[in-house]
Nanobody, 125 residues
Framework: VQLQASGGGLVQAGGSLSLHCAAS????????VGWFRQSAENEREFVAA????????YYADSVQGRFTITRDNAKNTVYLQMDSLKPEDTAVYSC???????????????????WGQGTLVTVSS
């Protein structure tokens, strides 16, 4: 499966952005899909994931209540709605697909076999 992330940009603190992760080659509904981010100062970190079969969603504590991950199987796309953005959310965001994730290890980027290129999100203060 090939992934294409888009939707990044520059936004003021408190604003919103919606990231898209479009898939081709395979049906994305058969994969658990996660969003990760990496800034200049930090290693890649888990942001959110949506489980392949049930659609259960899981978030990092730092984004819980502000970010929402959803999927549209008809469009073969996963979305990350980001609200109440903070300067510390500034990072390159990447989506990834996992064909056989272990639920207890959703945060582990090593589980994800397919990655899209990143999209830059910049939040100004």
């Amino acid at each position: 499966v090939q992934l294409q992330a888009s939707g990044g940009g520059l936004v003021q603190a408190g604003g919103s952005l919606s990231l898209h992760c479009a898939a081709s080659g395979r049906t994305l509904s058969g994969y658990t899909v996660g969003w990760f981010r990496q800034s200049a100062e930090n290693e890649r970190e888990f942001v959110a994931a949506i489980w392949r079969s049930t659609g259960y969603t899981y978030y990092a504590d730092s984004v819980q209540g502000r970010f929402t991950i959803t999927r549209d199987n008809a469009k073969n796309t996963v979305y990350l709605q980001m609200d109440s953005l903070k300067p510390e959310d500034t990072a390159v965001y990447s989506c990834a697909a996992c064909p056989a994730c272990i639920f207890s290890s959703l945060r582990n980027d090593q589980q994800y076999a397919y990655w899209g290129q990143g999209t830059l999100v910049t939040v100004s203060s």
